[in-house]
């Protein structure tokens, strides 16, 4: 069953040709899950909430727009281009609990973080990432 669930890796033509809110879908659960990660490995004591709730400081809008101002300046062309049209797609909803600047700019995000992940680019999927808990903690 498990063979069944490998990862197609797209090519960086076949990514750019998806809808940039299906790349940020992908990117938001990666970084969902590397934050999780990252918190449990920190203090194995927790609960499921407190790890959750941890994981909020990091994954909200507010937080992804942070980083965002943070590394944008380290994107290469290829991967602003990508920030970009996440950052510009038209969302059918904003959460009532986020800023609309801060909740597009945290679509960009995902995006390319979905992007790296579906074309299989690790390192510098690795080095944003990482990049990203720096900046929040």
């Known amino acids: 069953m498990l063979d069944d669930f490998r990862m ?3 090519s960086q033509d076949e990514a750019r040709q998806l809808n ?6 992908i990117g938001d659960g990666i970084f969902e ?3 999780r990660n990252y ?15 941890k994981a909020i400081t990091y994954v909200k809008a507010k937080s992804q727009s942070c980083i965002m101002h943070k590394i944008e300046q380290l994107l290469t062309e290829e991967e602003e281009a990508i920030y ?7 969302s059918p909803t904003v959460p009532k609990n986020a800023d ?21 680019n ?6 944003i990432l990482n990049k990203s ?3 929040i903690k």
Not at 84 to 90: H, I, P, S
Not at 122 to 127: A, G, S, V
């Open 39 to 53: 918190i449990l490995m920190k203090n194995t004591s927790l609960s499921a909430n407190k790890i959750h709730i």
């Open 20 to 25: 940039p809110l299906q790349l940020a879908l």
């Open 133 to 135: 808990i720096e900046i």
């Open 84 to 90: 970009k049209r996440g950052r510009n797609a038209k």
């Open 8 to 10: 197609r890796e797209f």
């Open 100 to 120: 609309v600047r801060d909740y597009r700019m945290a679509t960009g995000f995902e995006a390319l973080i979905g992007y790296l992940y579906l074309t299989g």
């Open 122 to 127: 690790k390192e510098r999927l690795e080095f």
């Open 33 to 35: 899950v590397f934050v």
